[in-house]
Nanobody, 130 residues
Framework: QVQLVESGGGSVQPGGSLRLSCAASGFTSGYTGLAWFRRAPGKEREGVSC????????YYGDSAKGRFTISKAADKNMVYLQMNNLKPEDTAVYYCATNLTPFPCQVVMGPGGHVGMDIWGKGTQVTVSS
């Protein structure tokens, strides 16, 4: 059974940092990339970052550029999201997601890109507040 489990969320003051982790298990094939999304209260789900494992290419949503970094362990079963210089508007539940077929990060990070993702973790809460 394929599974994604997020961890690393918490409460932090503005300007602080957090590192989220996404643990993948049960994949025997087709696990070719991973994306991070977030949903803030009252807002649509938003693409944060995405990685293709084949070439290590990375993509970021506008809100994440310059502050967040996606990376993976050598075996790609752990994918991380390093978040620096956090702002109150980063407060959200953060999810990792993937598909069993290849997906284009460029599209996934765009408006409504989350619709095509089939496998989701349950999310981890990030709260940025003074």
């Amino acid at each position: 059974q394929v599974q994604l489990v997020e961890s690393g969320g918490g409460s932090v003051q503005p300007g602080g940092s957090l590192r989220l982790s996404c643990a993948a298990s049960g994949f025997t094939s087709g696990y070719t990339g991973l994306a991070w999304f977030r949903r803030a209260p009252g807002k649509e789900r938003e693409g944060v970052s995405c990685m293709h494992f084949s070439d290590g290419s990375t993509y970021y949503g506008d809100s994440a550029k310059g502050r967040f970094t996606i990376s993976k362990a050598a075996d790609k079963n752990m994918v991380y999201l390093q978040m620096n210089n956090l702002k109150p508007e980063d407060t959200a539940v953060y999810y990792c997601a993937t598909n069993l077929t290849p997906f284009p990060c460029q599209v996934v990070m765009g408006p409504g890109g989350h619709v095509g993702m089939d496998i989701w973790g349950k999310g981890t809460q990030v709260t940025v507040s003074s």
